[in-house]
């Protein structure tokens, strides 16, 4: 009887530490960035609708994990920053609920009441330049502007360690692009330098280097990457890395003043699927969503998720990191410098 029982105990004890040990195997496999009671909710809505400027191809692996770790569908629509705004404008205006969360460079220039307040467990991580005071939106890739330069053509000991420096670089004159516009860059430069010696910088960079004008910053680090420029003024460092990635000969350098600012993800007001909406963002600011950005060379808008190639968060906190936030008035005034000073195009 004794040993029946013996034997029962042992039984029971086994059961219950194979019970604990599934328990604990099935809690651990719940991401951190999972609540359970929005997950609950946002599987009853079913979905997510997601409207962003990241492109199809990087964007949709990382949503796919998303979807994996909840069930919940992602629907992914795909434009421009400008595209995607005029859109929820006029679904707005229609009082019509038709997205959940967006992933733009200016969600904050959105009319606030189009945007929810939320509070995602994960934006405790970020750098306080990447958290809204208002909380309605939260920073969650990093756009650092920097030069970037073709290492097959140029030496790092050769490159200039100032934009002073840079601006005597008359040898690289014409081999140099910049994008349209930079308001970004432009801002940061005065801020650092005062209003009357930044622009005299500004003018003699674009008197000096006579920088060629292109459409696009994806385009910018390209035609550094392939060798049809030598340097670029200024670019992203996401972008460069990108290229670089790829294979392409190419690399940034940090100067000061280094301008940053970030790619924002806000919820809708109107949200169809709320739930799912700050699932979502508290997705895409944790650690896992920042690594998974971090794969194509996007920068994290928090420190503990280390950059690919490694080191490149580093070296930018290593210098004069200014965050710029422009309303569309900042904004306007900060591209009629660049247009007057780098593109050489005065205003009329």
């Known amino acids: 009887m004794a040993l029946l029982q013996s034997r029962l105990v042992r039984t029971c004890l086994g059961a219950i530490a194979l019970a604990v040990a599934t328990f604990s195997q099935a809690r651990a496999a719940d991401p951190v960035w999972v609540d359970t009671k929005l997950l609950e909710g946002a599987k009853k809505e079913g979905s997510l609708i997601i409207y962003s400027s990241v492109n199809e191809e990087e964007a949709l692996p990382i949503w796919r994990k998303f979807e994996q770790a909840t069930g919940i569908t992602v629907e992914y ?24 969360l967006v992933l733009i460079t200016a969600a904050h220039k959105l009319p606030q009441q ?8 994960e934006a405790r991580h970020l750098f306080p330049a990447a958290r809204d005071p208002n909380r309605r939106w939260y920073g969650f890739s990093a756009n650092y502007n920097v030069p970037a330069y073709n290492t097959n053509a140029i030496k790092p000991s050769d490159l200039p360690q100032s934009y002073e420096e840079l601006a005597k670089r008359s040898d690289w004159a014409g081999r140099v692009v910049v994008n349209e516009y930079d308001s970004e860059w432009v801002t940061a430069l005065l801020d650092h330098y005062g209003d009357s010696k930044g622009r005299d910088l500004l003018r003699q960079l674009g008197t000096t280097l006579k920088p060629a004008i292109v459409n696009g910053h994806l385009a910018v680090a390209r035609a550094v990457g392939s060798g049809e420029y030598l340097v670029a003024l200024t670019n992203y460092v996401n972008l460069t890395m990108n290229v670089k990635l790829a294979g392409a ?52 808008s928090r420190g503990d998720v280390e950059t690919n190639p490694p080191g490149v ?11 710029i936030s422009l309303d569309p008035e900042q904004e306007k005034k900060a591209d009629a410098v660049f247009k007057e000073l780098i593109a050489g195009r005065p205003p009329r």
């Open 77 to 100: 629509v795909r434009g421009s920053d400008a595209q995607l705004i005029a859109r929820m404008m006029i679904e707005s205006r229609a009082n019509r609920g038709a997205w959940d």
């Open 114 to 121: 189009m945007l929810a307040q939320i509070d995602p467990p």
């Open 249 to 300: 000969p190419t690399d940034y350098w940090a100067i000061d003043p280094v301008g940053v600012f970030y790619m924002q993800v806000s919820a809708s007001a109107q949200a169809p699927h709320p739930n799912a909406a700050r699932l979502g963002a508290n997705f895409i600011l944790s650690h896992e969503g920042q690594s998974l950005l971090a794969v194509r060379g996007r920068i994290p």
């Open 313 to 323: 968060l580093k070296a930018m906190l290593a210098k004069k990191v200014i965050p």
